[in-house]
Protein backbone atom coordinates (compact mmCIF):
# COMPACT_ATOMS: atom_id res chain seq x y z
CA UNK A 1 0.00 0.00 0.00
CA UNK A 2 1.34 3.64 -1.05
CA UNK A 3 1.95 5.79 1.71
CA UNK A 4 1.46 9.01 -0.48
CA UNK A 5 -1.32 11.41 0.76
CA UNK A 6 -2.56 14.96 -0.91
CA UNK A 7 -2.43 18.07 0.91
CA UNK A 8 -5.48 18.41 3.16
CA UNK A 9 -7.81 20.13 0.38
CA UNK A 10 -6.32 17.66 -1.84
CA UNK A 11 -7.82 14.83 0.36
CA UNK A 12 -11.21 16.39 0.48
CA UNK A 13 -11.64 16.14 -3.14
CA UNK A 14 -10.20 12.83 -3.62
CA UNK A 15 -12.19 11.40 -0.98
CA UNK A 16 -15.55 12.86 -3.04
CA UNK A 17 -13.94 11.18 -6.22
CA UNK A 18 -15.30 7.91 -7.80
CA UNK A 19 -13.17 6.15 -10.74
CA UNK A 20 -14.63 4.41 -13.45
CA UNK A 21 -13.32 2.00 -15.17
CA UNK A 22 -14.21 2.09 -18.57
CA UNK A 23 -15.11 -1.08 -19.99
CA UNK A 24 -13.94 -1.11 -23.56
CA UNK A 25 -9.69 -0.92 -24.37
CA UNK A 26 -8.56 2.22 -26.45
CA UNK A 27 -6.12 3.18 -28.79
CA UNK A 28 -3.64 6.31 -28.85
CA UNK A 29 -2.68 6.90 -32.16
CA UNK A 30 -1.10 10.10 -34.25
CA UNK A 31 -1.06 11.34 -37.50
CA UNK A 32 0.33 13.78 -39.42
CA UNK A 33 -1.22 17.11 -39.71
CA UNK A 34 -2.30 16.52 -43.12
CA UNK A 35 -4.40 14.00 -42.36
CA UNK A 36 -6.70 16.44 -39.78
CA UNK A 37 -9.68 17.26 -42.14
CA UNK A 38 -10.05 13.45 -42.58
CA UNK A 39 -9.79 12.50 -38.80
CA UNK A 40 -12.13 15.09 -37.95
CA UNK A 41 -14.73 13.80 -40.46
CA UNK A 42 -13.72 9.96 -39.36
CA UNK A 43 -14.71 11.06 -35.89
CA UNK A 44 -18.05 12.70 -36.28
CA UNK A 45 -19.65 8.78 -36.17
CA UNK A 46 -17.89 7.59 -32.82
CA UNK A 47 -20.12 7.17 -29.45
CA UNK A 48 -18.06 8.36 -26.58
CA UNK A 49 -15.06 7.96 -25.62
CA UNK A 50 -12.96 9.53 -28.15
CA UNK A 51 -10.86 12.05 -28.76
CA UNK A 52 -8.85 14.52 -31.46
CA UNK A 53 -6.33 16.94 -30.16
CA UNK A 54 -4.67 18.90 -33.03
CA UNK A 55 -1.11 20.57 -32.46
CA UNK A 56 1.41 22.07 -34.30
CA UNK A 57 2.86 18.90 -35.00
CA UNK A 58 0.44 16.36 -34.67
CA UNK A 59 -3.13 14.88 -34.87
CA UNK A 60 -2.94 12.71 -31.51
CA UNK A 61 -6.75 10.65 -31.48
CA UNK A 62 -8.25 8.33 -28.59
CA UNK A 63 -10.18 5.66 -29.72
CA UNK A 64 -11.55 2.76 -28.86
CA UNK A 65 -9.54 -0.59 -30.37
CA UNK A 66 -12.74 -1.71 -32.29
CA UNK A 67 -13.21 1.82 -34.08
CA UNK A 68 -9.68 2.27 -34.86
CA UNK A 69 -9.52 -1.14 -36.48
CA UNK A 70 -12.36 -0.18 -38.64
CA UNK A 71 -10.94 3.74 -39.54
CA UNK A 72 -7.16 3.05 -39.71
CA UNK A 73 -6.89 2.22 -43.36
CA UNK A 74 -8.39 5.94 -43.62
CA UNK A 75 -4.57 7.41 -43.31
CA UNK A 76 -1.86 7.02 -45.15
CA UNK A 77 0.48 7.02 -42.36
CA UNK A 78 -0.27 6.20 -38.50
CA UNK A 79 1.28 5.87 -35.41
CA UNK A 80 -0.53 4.24 -32.75
CA UNK A 81 -0.22 1.66 -29.38
CA UNK A 82 -2.36 -0.13 -27.46
CA UNK A 83 -4.41 -1.52 -25.66
CA UNK A 84 -4.82 1.16 -22.90
CA UNK A 85 -8.07 1.02 -20.46
CA UNK A 86 -9.45 4.13 -19.55
CA UNK A 87 -9.88 5.54 -16.43
CA UNK A 88 -12.28 8.50 -15.28
CA UNK A 89 -11.92 10.52 -12.05
CA UNK A 90 -15.95 11.23 -11.67
CA UNK A 91 -15.76 14.06 -9.89
CA UNK A 92 -16.27 17.79 -11.52
CA UNK A 93 -13.21 19.42 -10.73
CA UNK A 94 -12.20 23.43 -10.76
CA UNK A 95 -10.23 24.38 -13.10
CA UNK A 96 -7.94 26.38 -10.84
CA UNK A 97 -7.56 22.62 -8.47
CA UNK A 98 -3.43 22.46 -8.62
CA UNK A 99 -2.28 19.06 -7.99
CA UNK A 100 -4.93 16.28 -8.52
CA UNK A 101 -2.99 14.48 -10.93
CA UNK A 102 0.22 14.81 -9.64
CA UNK A 103 -1.03 12.60 -6.92
CA UNK A 104 -2.85 10.30 -9.63
CA UNK A 105 0.69 10.07 -11.11
CA UNK A 106 2.83 9.91 -8.00
CA UNK A 107 0.45 7.19 -6.72
CA UNK A 108 0.74 5.10 -9.67
CA UNK A 109 4.17 5.67 -10.68
CA UNK A 110 4.96 4.29 -7.37
CA UNK A 111 3.21 0.53 -8.68
CA UNK A 112 5.70 1.06 -11.99
CA UNK A 113 2.22 2.05 -13.77
CA UNK A 114 2.76 4.41 -16.75
CA UNK A 115 -0.26 6.87 -17.53
CA UNK A 116 -1.27 8.99 -20.65
CA UNK A 117 -3.72 11.89 -18.97
CA UNK A 118 -6.01 13.46 -20.64
CA UNK A 119 -7.93 16.70 -18.95
CA UNK A 120 -11.34 17.84 -20.24
CA UNK A 121 -13.73 20.47 -19.33
CA UNK A 122 -14.89 18.90 -15.92
CA UNK A 123 -13.15 15.74 -15.63
CA UNK A 124 -9.69 14.00 -15.60
CA UNK A 125 -9.09 10.55 -17.81
CA UNK A 126 -6.15 8.66 -17.69
CA UNK A 127 -5.47 5.64 -19.89
CA UNK A 128 -2.81 3.10 -18.63
CA UNK A 129 -1.88 -0.48 -20.43
CA UNK A 130 -4.84 -2.67 -20.13
CA UNK A 131 -2.62 -5.40 -18.34
CA UNK A 132 -2.26 -2.92 -15.64
CA UNK A 133 -5.82 -1.73 -15.40
CA UNK A 134 -6.61 -3.94 -12.37
CA UNK A 135 -3.84 -2.77 -10.51
CA UNK A 136 -4.18 0.78 -11.02
CA UNK A 137 -7.73 0.79 -10.08
CA UNK A 138 -7.02 -1.07 -6.85
CA UNK A 139 -4.29 1.60 -6.21
CA UNK A 140 -6.54 4.26 -7.18
CA UNK A 141 -9.21 3.23 -4.65
CA UNK A 142 -6.59 2.71 -2.24
CA UNK A 143 -5.98 6.02 -1.96
CA UNK A 144 -9.43 6.82 -2.36
CA UNK A 145 -10.10 5.19 0.87
CA UNK A 146 -7.00 6.78 2.99
CA UNK A 147 -8.40 9.98 2.01
CA UNK A 148 -11.90 9.34 3.27
CA UNK A 149 -10.41 7.73 6.70
CA UNK A 150 -8.27 10.73 7.32
CA UNK A 151 -11.49 13.12 6.48
CA UNK A 152 -13.14 10.94 9.34
CA UNK A 153 -10.39 11.52 11.67
Do not use: N
Request: proline share 3%; net charge negative.
Amino acid sequence: MSDILPSVEMMTVFASTKIHLHPDEFILASLPLSEKELALDAFKSLEPFSSVTVDHAEVSLILRSSDWDSMKHLFESSDAEGPYSAITFDIVLDLSLVGFLSVVSAVLAEAGISIYALSTYLRDHIFVQSSHADEAVRKLDELIMRCRDQKLL
